[in-house]
Nanobody, 120 residues
């Protein structure tokens, strides 16, 4: 079974930095992208960052260069580095994996979510 487990969240002061990690177990060989999403209270879930197996990255315009997504060589761990945090970054952050849509579904997997709170 494929499992995605997020870690590294918690309470952070404004202006601080945070590294979130996503460990993928039971990883298939046909993963083509890993991503991070977030959902603030009462708001729609949004894409924060995505990285492909070719290491092409995409970031949410709203993050304004404050985030970096990366992965390890085995492609089973993704990292999201966030800097200059503000209270507006408070949300539940979700790890996500896309796989090539061949064979039986599912073609994507979600972590259970992890709270990040930016406050004094």
């Amino acid at each position: 079974q494929v499992q995605l487990v997020e870690s590294g969240g918690g309470l952070v002061q404004p202006g601080g930095s945070l590294r979130l990690s996503c460990a993928v177990s039971g990883s298939p060989d046909d993963i083509f992208a890993m991503a991070w999403y977030r959902q603030a209270p009462g708001k729609e879930r949004e894409l924060v960052a995505r990285i492909t197996i070719g290491d092409k990255t995409k970031y949410a315009d709203s993050m304004e260069g404050r985030v970096i997504i990366s992965r390890n060589s085995a492609k089973n761990i993704s990292y999201l580095d966030i800097s200059n945090l503000s209270p507006e970054d408070t949300a539940v952050y979700y790890c996500h994996v896309d796989r090539i849509p061949s064979g039986p579904p599912p073609y994507d997997y979600w972590g259970s979510g992890m709270q990040v709170t930016v406050s004094t």
